[in-house]
């Protein structure tokens, strides 16, 4: 006999994943841990018996006794490397049949890794997804997707949820030739999207383009920005929503597991604790950092049946917070730094670039566009000028800079034009490096 198309069960997998978001949504944290330690203890047996990548390599750890949530410790971790050696169907752990979707990581950094979710396990996290936008979107509004299609699911997840929530969706994507940025630029002007979802960088590029051709960007309505895809420090936030007038959301994501970090009612952006165990770890020592300091996110999936993944290093650098939100929910609430390796590091000293991006940009006076790097001379940055004494204002950055990193940089403008050139070439232009500005100077 032939199974019954998933899709027949929609209804009824997402009121089950509803109904259980709202009783979870109620738990006291200590509840929620003793939930999450129920699921921990059934998901690593699972994932050591079912996923061959882990059957085999990790045997020696079957059987490993989790009484506490801290007891995940004693496995090792997996890492981007394990992912690529176990590409394209290592770390599955189900039938081919239950295979609803199958995901490719763009390679950016080296050799792709795969992913691969069951029916229940896209539904269950797209509802967690359609929760959360629904805060911001919904009957009435038009929001243009502007994050890549190609081989991803957080394009579709938010593409779906959206349209769960009421919205209407326009598939614009980034990477087709059909719809280039200046066709998005026309049609967000004839269109007249009330939402639109990408990168910080793309939603700055699509409103420079607007303003150079004459226009008025705010003309075209927008009301809510969903930013996702690339970290970017508040002051640059918060000058991206003051330039389109809009509110912010924010969804994070990674490529493996889809969202990791949904916004909520008050606008923090909490973990998904319901579906996954973190942990936050020095990304030198891999002990355990405190809620409030920064680390790297490792993370231990809890109910994915297609691709369990145990203590995965995400190489995310975050912060989360033990502070409890108003909106009362049990899971914590996170802000994201980068990645562990955008640092800059000279003279033994490390700085992250998000932080270094906060205190040049929320220099009075500082546009939009910044670059840094260090050569031979040291730090350099370079930044957008504003006012009209570009040498008071790198002056003013320079002394901001050395008073936060006790690192005296060289600071000089930034030519607009370069940098538009250099971004345009980029596949993820968040971070915008010296060699960037270089190879197109
Ligand atoms: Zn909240």
């Known amino acids: 006999m032939t199974a019954a198309p998933p899709y027949l069960r929609y209804e009824e997998i997402r009121r089950s994943a509803l109904a259980d978001l709202d009783a979870y949504e109620k738990l006291t944290r200590d509840q929620a841990a003793r939930l999450r330690l129920g699921r921990l203890r059934d998901h690593v047996a699972y994932a050591l018996s079912a996923s061959p990548y882990y059957s085999e390599r990790w045997s020696a750890h079957r059987g490993t006794v989790i009484d506490h949530l801290d007891d995940i410790r004693k496995l090792p971790f997996t890492t981007k490397r394990d992912l690529r050696e176990a590409y394209p169907f290592g770390l ?13 990581s763009t390679g950016t950094t080296g050799s792709p890794t795969s992913s691969v979710i069951t029916y229940e396990d896209w539904i269950r996290g797209n509802v967690a997804v359609e929760r959360s ?5 919904g009957p009435g509004d038009l929001v243009f997707v502007a994050i890549p299609y190609e081989l991803a699911f957080a394009s579709y997840d938010l593409d779906r949820a959206l349209e769960q929530a009421g919205a209407g969706v326009v598939a614009v994507g980034t990477l087709s030739r059909v719809c280039p940025f200046e066709r998005m630029v026309e049609m967000m002007w004839r269109v007249g999207p009330t939402g639109l979802v990408c990168t910080p960088s793309r939603a700055l590029r699509l409103y420079d383009m607007l303003a150079d ?12 920005f969903l930013y996702v895809g690339e970290t970017c420090s508040p002051a640059k936030l918060a000058k991206i929503a003051d330039l389109w007038g809009v509110r912010l959301s924010n969804a994070y994501g990674s490529t493996e597991t889809n969202s990791l970090g949904l916004v909520c009612a008050a606008g923090s952006l909490h973990l998904t604790e319901d579906r996954h165990l973190f942990e936050v770890l020095d990304p030198e020592t891999a002990e355990p950092v405190p809620d409030g300091t920064a680390g790297e996110l490792v993370l231990t999936t809890l109910v994915s049946r ?8 995400t190489g995310d650098y975050v912060t989360v917070s033990g502070e409890p939100c108003v909106c009362g929910s049990p899971n914590r609430v996170l ?22 991006e906060e ?11 910044w670059a840094a790097g260090i050569t031979d001379d040291g730090l350099v940055v370079k930044v957008e000028t504003e006012n009209g004494d570009p040498g008071g204002l790198c002056a003013a950055v320079t002394r901001r800079v050395e008073d936060a990193f006790g690192l005296r940089p060289a600071v000089s403008p930034i030519d607009r034009a370069q940098v538009r050139r250099a971004m345009d070439r980029m596949l993820k232009p968040g971070s915008l490096g010296l060699d960037d500005l270089a190879a197109v100077s």
Do not use: C, W
């Open 213 to 224: 051709s004459g226009r008025d960007p705010a003309e075209v309505g927008l009301r809510t």
């Open 306 to 313: 297609a691709m369990p993944l145990l203590r995965y290093r």
């Open 335 to 356: 802000a994201h730094h980068g990645r562990v390796g955008e640092q800059l590091v000279h003279g033994g000293r490390r700085i992250n670039k998000l932080a270094l």
């Open 133 to 137: 936008v629904g805060h911001v979107f």
């Open 359 to 369: 205190v040049v940009l929320s220099t009075e006076g500082t546009g939009l566009y």
């Open 92 to 104: 599955v752990a189900v039938d081919r049949r239950e295979i609803v979707r199958y995901g490719e």
